[in-house]
């Protein structure tokens, strides 16, 4: 073959070399994408049921208070809407049950000789029964009650009605058991009788145990009370109707004054050395009476209660103070009376 017909060839080679069609590439193997894992959906919150509106709650009624109506020791008609809140005291034995009811916080005057419990004399006073009430005071203290008693005359309460004050006037007792009304009185008076009826049962114990003892007595001893003795030869005692007479009885003696006309009398010294008591009781010590000053009276050194050392100063007002504390002057009177009983 010439030359030149080896150039044509290899020329043409070449041009078909070019003109053919390139292969396909071979695939390069990759690693499978990984699919990026899709967040479970978030369950959208549910919102609380709205509520309706809280409708009010129905009140409760309350049933008003019953009227109070009773009548006082006067024989008068007293009402009141309700349990009196604000009440004025003209009388210490009224303040004493007042505060023994737990009704100390509704007082909000008292009588100036009210001085027991020591919590009463915080109350403000409103003038001495024994000298003037302050009516100016009462009236701008605006009580819806007056509590008064025995030691408060009439004219006195009429004196604050005509005030249009209302005024409720408790009577003494007569007798011990007059006590149990006076404090069931004031117990409703106060919206207290709850306390008032613990107060009674307690008092009843204590006078039943008291009344038991001294009927195992096997004597009464004569009892000269002495009241006031300005004028020591004939010195004030309790006669014949009185409280304190009826209190000695009880107490398991008897009383000197018993044989007077009147529930309160003088006695002469020469009356008291013929019935010659065995026992003295000095009322009037507060007033500065002594014990020792009792011998030293014209006649009296002869007396059996001094010989025998039995003159006592005692607490007038256990017995004179017709309140709760009349239950403490029978158990004094009857431990002085009888002290081999309460041994």
């Given at each position: 073959?010439?030359?030149?017909?080896?150039?044509?060839?290899?020329?043409?080679?070449?041009?078909?070399?070019?003109?053919?069609?390139?292969?396909?590439?071979?695939?390069?193997?990759?690693?499978?994408?990984?699919?990026?894992?899709?967040?479970?959906?978030?369950?959208?919150?549910?919102?609380?049921?709205?509520?309706?509106?809280?409708?009010?709650?129905?009140?409760?009624?309350?049933?008003?208070?019953?009227?109070i109506?009773?009548?006082?020791?006067?024989?008068?008609?007293?009402?009141?809407?309700?349990?009196?809140?604000?009440?004025?005291?003209?009388?210490?034995?009224?303040?004493?049950?007042?505060?023994?009811?737990?009704?100390?916080?509704?007082?909000?005057?008292?009588?100036?000789?009210?001085?027991?419990?020591?919590?009463a004399?915080?109350?403000?006073?409103?003038?001495?029964?024994?000298?003037?009430?302050?009516t100016?005071?009462i009236?701008?203290?605006?009580?819806?009650?007056?509590?008064?008693?025995?030691?408060?005359?009439?004219?006195?309460?009429?004196?604050?009605?005509?005030?249009?004050?209302?005024?409720?006037?408790?009577?003494?007792?007569?007798?011990?058991?007059?006590?149990?009304?006076?404090?069931?009185?004031?117990g409703?008076?106060?919206?207290?009788?709850?306390?008032?009826?613990?107060?009674?049962?307690?008092?009843?114990?204590?006078y039943?145990?008291?009344?038991?003892?001294?009927?195992?007595?096997?004597?009464?001893?004569?009892?000269?009370?002495?009241?006031?003795?300005?004028?020591?030869?004939?010195?004030?005692?309790?006669?014949p109707?009185?409280?304190?007479d009826?209190?000695?009885?009880?107490?398991?003696?008897?009383?000197?004054?018993?044989?007077?006309?009147?529930?309160?009398?003088?006695?002469?010294?020469?009356?008291?050395?013929?019935?010659?008591?065995?026992?003295?009781l000095l009322?009037?010590?507060?007033?500065?009476?002594?014990?020792?000053?009792?011998?030293?009276?014209?006649?009296?050194?002869?007396?059996?209660?001094?010989?025998?050392?039995?003159?006592?100063?005692?607490?007038?007002?256990?017995?004179?103070?017709?309140?709760?504390?009349?239950?403490?002057?029978?158990?004094?009177?009857?431990?002085?009376?009888?002290?081999?009983?309460?041994?």
């Amino acid at each position: 073959m010439s030359r030149k017909l080896l150039s044509l060839l290899m020329l043409l080679t070449v041009l078909l070399s070019a003109c053919a069609p390139a292969a396909a590439p071979t695939p390069i193997a990759t690693s499978a994408p990984t699919a990026r894992p899709t967040a479970a959906p978030t369950s959208v919150p549910t919102l609380a049921p709205t509520l309706a509106p809280a409708e009010p709650p129905t009140p409760i009624s309350t049933p008003a208070p019953e009227p109070i109506k009773l009548t006082d020791g006067l024989g008068r008609s007293i009402e009141l809407a309700a349990p009196a809140q604000r009440i004025i005291s003209i009388a210490p034995s009224n303040t004493e049950i007042l505060f023994a009811l737990g009704a100390g916080q509704q007082v909000i005057g008292r009588e100036e000789l009210s001085d027991y419990p020591a919590e009463a004399q915080d109350v403000p006073s409103i003038g001495s029964v024994f000298d003037k009430l302050n009516t100016e005071a009462i009236v701008a203290l605006q009580p819806d009650l007056i509590l008064a008693a025995e030691i408060n005359s009439p004219e006195q309460v009429k004196a604050l009605e005509d005030l249009k004050l209302t005024v409720y006037w408790l009577p003494n007792p007569k007798k011990f058991e007059d006590l149990y009304p006076n404090l069931e009185t004031v117990g409703k008076l106060t919206g207290r009788s709850t306390e008032a009826a613990q107060l009674i049962e307690s008092i009843k114990t204590r006078y039943d145990a008291v009344t038991q003892k001294v009927a195992g007595a096997t004597e009464k001893p004569v009892v000269f009370y002495e009241i006031d003795a300005t004028d020591p030869t004939k010195p004030w005692t309790p006669g014949p109707g009185s409280f304190i007479d009826a209190m000695l009885t009880l107490a398991g003696g008897q009383n000197v004054g018993a044989a007077l006309k009147d529930p309160f009398a003088q006695i002469s010294s020469e009356e008291l050395v013929a019935q010659n008591p065995a026992v003295i009781l000095l009322g009037d010590a507060p007033y500065g009476v002594t014990v020792e000053s009792v011998g030293q009276r014209a006649g009296w050194s002869a007396l059996k209660a001094v010989q025998n050392d039995a003159v006592y100063t005692f607490d007038d007002n256990l017995v004179s103070r017709p309140g709760p504390r009349l239950i403490d002057g029978l158990e004094t009177l009857a431990k002085l009376l009888h002290p081999e009983l309460f041994k």
